[in-house]
């Protein structure tokens, strides 16, 4: 198994920045896939951003593109979510989810951080 830790989350105004990290460890050699998704109140968990964890191709949600990038350290286990321009509709509860060889979904969870963007 891969045990994942989130963390950087916090209270920012509109327009500010944050970034998330996530440390990767266990089997870490099994992962495949790292991404960033992210669950509001009363909304479904919603997929915000990817990594591959050996070619480092990027995805982003419509709604992160432009202003969140993506990143790994192969060398530490970690990856993070640099987060700009913050609106408050990006408040949500932010998760870092591992999809690893042989799975065809995201089966590793964190226990996610809580990021806050006020008006």
């Known amino acids: 198994q891969v045990q994942l830790v989130e963390s950087g989350g916090g209270l920012v105004q509109a327009g500010g920045s944050l970034r998330l990290s996530c440390a990767a460890s266990?089997?870490?050699?099994?992962?495949?896939?790292l991404g960033w998704f992210r669950q509001a109140p009363g909304k479904e968990r919603e997929f915000v951003s990817s990594?591959?964890?050996?070619?480092?191709?990027?995805y982003y949600a419509d709604s992160a593109k432009g202003r969140f990038t993506i990143s790994r350290d192969n060398a530490k286990n970690m990856v993070y979510l640099q987060m700009n321009s913050l609106k408050p509709e990006d408040t949500a509860v932010y998760y870092c989810?591992?999809?690893?060889?042989?799975?065809?979904?995201?089966?590793?969870w964190g226990q996610g951080t809580q990021v806050t963007v006020s008006s």
């Open positions: 266990g089997r870490t050699g099994s992962v495949v896939i």
């Open positions: 990594i591959t964890w050996s070619g480092g191709i990027r």
């Open positions: 989810a591992a999809q690893i060889s042989g799975s065809r979904s995201y089966d590793q």
